[in-house]
């Protein structure tokens, strides 16, 4: 207790101990993967690569520990580096790295929707939740971007969020990845009517309807002859998937479309409760189960988790196996998830952060 008391004592001094005792893993991430320019590197490439998944990702976990100076360097970094300057004006490129020993600069300009949606809903959020209007400004000029570049009409369908600006349309076929909107940002989003209202239904069907035996594709196609093309033992969930129960498990229980889609996705449940670990690779049509996911799996299905004692072996292994230095997407989805299970942030029933900045010094890993 003695202990416990110092500590208090310390956090309420603040300063630098204040920072220090906000978020233990969120301090060591910053320390291992973000560099003092503010970007994310994933050292996993050997190009040492920056992707605007990192930042944006990195630009919300900063939002949600309230830690601005930080926001403001990943924000700056982003809009010089990948988005030509301003992310009012242009969607950020999504690869940026080593192109030479002399030269680093964007490798990739091609956008991609998932990073996009999140730093526009997190601009948004630090608006209101810092009474920030540039971000404010920003963020809805690059929402309005999204919908110009990134949002198309699919017979059948409707209107779509793709995936990105190129490659992911083509005369009668169009490409999707389920775990880029996620449903409480896509219920944030639909305030700003078209085509929000409308993507936030067809962002439903398309995971409710993409999941044949209760597991969501990383990738799928949908043909405007045949609808989604799901048959082939080749559709795999798996890297990209696994947001999507993440995503899932996050939303308010007051959303009306969380119930049904924690009833779709049960099987990830069941099979994760009965194995003790998730899965790595599902193949969709089967449900045939190969490996078992990384401890970034576990933390990801926290959230998603109804039955406690799955749960909590889950929450074990995520204290037990923490990722390291060397493991950039296992480390955001478990500071995604643990951050959850520790009551870090919450999302509202209309998708808005609902951030603990009383919890200064909640336990590490």
Request: some cysteine.
């Amino acid at each position: 207790m003695k202990m416990l008391r110092w500590i208090v004592v310390l956090c309420a001094l603040g300063g630098q101990v204040q920072a220090a005792c906000s978020w233990p893993a969120w301090e060591q991430f910053k320390q291992d993967f973000v560099s003092a320019e503010g970007r994310v590197i994933d050292p996993s490439d050997s190009r040492k690569i920056t992707t605007s998944e990192g930042q944006s990702y990195a630009l919300f976990f900063a939002l949600a520990a309230n830690d601005k100076k930080t926001f403001a360097t990943l924000l700056g970094w982003t809009q010089n580096n990948l988005a030509e300057g301003s992310l009012s004006e242009h969607l950020p490129a999504w690869l940026w790295g080593k192109k030479s020993d002399t030269e680093w600069t964007v490798l990739d300009s091609n956008s991609a929707s998932d990073s996009d949606v999140w730093i526009a809903w997190t601009l948004l959020e630090a608006g209101r939740l810092w009474e920030n209007a540039d971000y404010s400004a920003t963020g809805k000029a690059l929402l309005a971007k999204i919908a110009a570049e990134e949002v198309v009409k699919v017979p059948g369908l409707g209107l779509m969020l793709l995936p990105g600006r190129v490659g992911f349309a083509e005369e009668t076929r169009w490409r999707f990845n389920p775990s880029y909107l996620p449903p409480q940002v896509a219920q944030y989003f639909s305030r700003f009517g078209t085509p929000w209202t409308t993507l936030r239904e067809t962002n439903l069907k398309m995971l409710m309807e993409t999941a044949p035996k209760g597991f969501s594709p990383d990738w799928v196609s949908f043909d405007k002859a045949h609808g989604w093309q799901l048959k082939s033992p080749d559709i795999i969930g798996s890297y990209d998937a696994i947001r999507v129960y993440l995503w899932i498990g996050m939303m308010h229980d007051a959303d009306p479309q969380k119930a049904r889609l924690l009833k779709r996705f049960n099987a990830m449940a069941a099979q994760t409760a009965k194995h003790g670990l998730p899965p790595e690779k599902v193949a969709i049509a089967s449900g045939k189960i190969t490996g078992d996911g990384p401890v970034g799996f576990s933390a990801s299905l926290l959230p998603f988790l109804q039955n406690r004692d799955a749960q909590a072996a889950q929450r074990q292994r995520v204290a037990d196996s923490f990722p390291g230095a060397d493991a950039y997407y296992s480390y955001v989805l478990t500071l995604f998830g643990q951050g959850w299970d520790q009551h870090r942030f919450r999302f509202s029933a209309r998708g808005e952060l609902l951030p603990d900045w009383g919890q200064e010094c909640a336990s590490s890993h």
